[in-house]
């Protein structure tokens, strides 16, 4: 452990042992969880142990938050609905990124114009650090979508995210005719009305991916993040936590294989005089 990560700790410490709106149990759950998570990252420390200082954990209204958790960043207030909570410590874990992460309400990556970019990125790094021990997620469909765009954006959105950078994002969302932006605004819909019940638009969504994906002008970086980037793609609703919510994705596969056998064949450089010269 270095000197810093030490200094790290006895400042976390600190900031919660100031907080008189937590319980002794509660703070020693969440510095074991960050002391975990910074392990693991570096993650930016400034913001999350100045609200760690003052946050608050209530129970959230089942009129308002239709989401496992809410950050209410104006009143540092984490609200979370348990009957939506599957694995505890990874929906904390998302908060508590979020809360070291999103500098300002409703500016950078908190834009209402990302949120389903935002909560999948969230999702992606909790799982990353702390893994998920439920059968399902909060943000399954957020997840797939982040990471295909970030494919397309040669891992523009995690540089975004991290950097809570909504202009850099905003750059992404315009590659490809604006294709990224249209998905963008479906999937922001879809992470919305998906909650309140309403059947899920990941196949709508995955198929313009794939169209921005494969319509990109660079075709070697095409061909060679097709790995990655079927990896990512879903097609088969029993993978989901709500396979009945998923009509149309086993279209997604059939759609892909399609517009892949499209691609031409990507010819060698023509060779250099000097080329021709070391051959012969």
Same mark, same amino acid.
């Given at each position: ?57 209530? #129970?959230?209204?089942?009129?308002? *938050?239709?989401? $496992? ?6 009143q540092n207030e984490v609200r979370f609905q348990p009957d939506l909570v599957g694995d ?5 874990? #998302?908060?508590?990124?979020?809360? $070291? ?11 209402? &114009? ?7 990125m969230l999702e992606i790094f909790a799982n990353n650090l702390v893994q998920n021990e ?32 909504? $202009? ?6 315009? @590659? ?5 932006? @249209?998905?963008? *605004? ?33 075709? @070697?970086?095409? #061909? ?22 998923y009509r149309g994705l086993k279209m997604v596969a059939e759609n892909y294989q399609h ?13 250099? &005089? ?7």
């Amino acid at each position: 452990m270095t000197q810093e990560f030490q200094s790290f700790l006895v400042q976390l410490k600190q900031s919660l042992d100031q907080n008189q709106k937590l319980n002794d149990y509660t703070k020693e759950s969440l510095y074991l969880l960050v002391q975990e998570m910074y392990q693991k990252m570096n993650l930016p420390k400034k913001l999350l142990l100045e609200r760690l200082k003052t946050v608050s954990f209530v #129970q959230g209204s089942k009129m308002m *938050d239709y989401d $496992a958790y809410q950050y209410y960043m104006e009143q540092n207030e984490v609200r979370f609905q348990p009957d939506l909570v599957g694995d505890e410590r990874n929906v904390i874990c #998302q908060a508590l990124l979020e809360m $070291a992460i999103i500098k300002e309400a409703d500016k950078g990556m908190n834009d209402r &114009e990302f949120v389903a970019i935002k909560k999948g990125m969230l999702e992606i790094f909790a799982n990353n650090l702390v893994q998920n021990e439920s059968e399902y997620a909060i943000a399954e469909d957020e997840q797939v979508i982040a990471n295909l765009i970030n494919v397309i954006s040669d891992g523009k959105v995690l540089e975004a995210f991290v950097n809570d950078n909504g $202009a850099l994002l905003n750059k992404v969302l315009e @590659i490809g005719n604006f294709g990224l932006k @249209i998905a963008n *605004d479906y999937a922001n819909y879809n992470c919305i009305f998906r909650k309140r019940g309403f059947q899920s638009q990941l196949a709508s969504i995955e198929m313009i991916l794939m169209k921005c994906f494969f319509n990109r002008e660079d075709r @070697i970086k095409v #061909q060679e993040q097709i790995p990655e980037f079927e990896a990512y793609l879903v097609s088969n609703p029993k993978v989901m936590s709500h396979p009945e919510q998923y009509r149309g994705l086993k279209m997604v596969a059939e759609n892909y294989q399609h517009l892949k056998d499209l691609q031409k064949v990507i010819p060698f450089p023509p060779m250099s &005089e000097d080329s021709k010269t070391n051959v012969m």
